[in-house]
């Protein structure tokens, strides 16, 4: 009598469920990552800075990581897809910083 009309109750939330506990995970992916990529890139503007690396340099490791953390905060609020492209685009910017040293 299971048709595709007459679905469990228990069904319907097992997979409500599982689609919960995948935002979830997707968001704290985000906002983990984003987090992780705008500490690594002050850290790295900090050591360029310290060295003797052209100005553009630390900057664009720091434009880089502000837009990662951007990216971590829109992942925190459920925002994963907009964050996956910042999150692109940070680490694009910190690694076209890294080819003018």
Do not use: H, K
């Not at 469990?8 to 984003?34: H, K, M, N």
């Not at 434009?63 to 680490?91: D, F, K, M, Y």
């Amino acid at each position: 009598m299971n048709g595709p009309l007459n679905s469990e109750p228990s069904d319907i939330q097992e997979e409500y469920d599982s689609q919960v506990l995948d935002a979830r995970r997707a968001r704290w992916t985000a906002s983990g990552t984003g987090a992780l990529l705008a500490l690594a890139g002050l850290a790295a503007a900090a050591l360029r800075a310290a060295g003797t690396a052209p100005a553009l340099v630390p900057t664009a490791y720091a434009l880089g990581a502000a837009v990662c953390a951007l990216a971590a905060v829109l992942g925190s609020r459920g925002r994963t897809r907009r964050a996956l492209w910042l999150l692109i685009v940070g680490v694009m910017v910190m690694a076209l910083g890294d080819q003018f040293d």
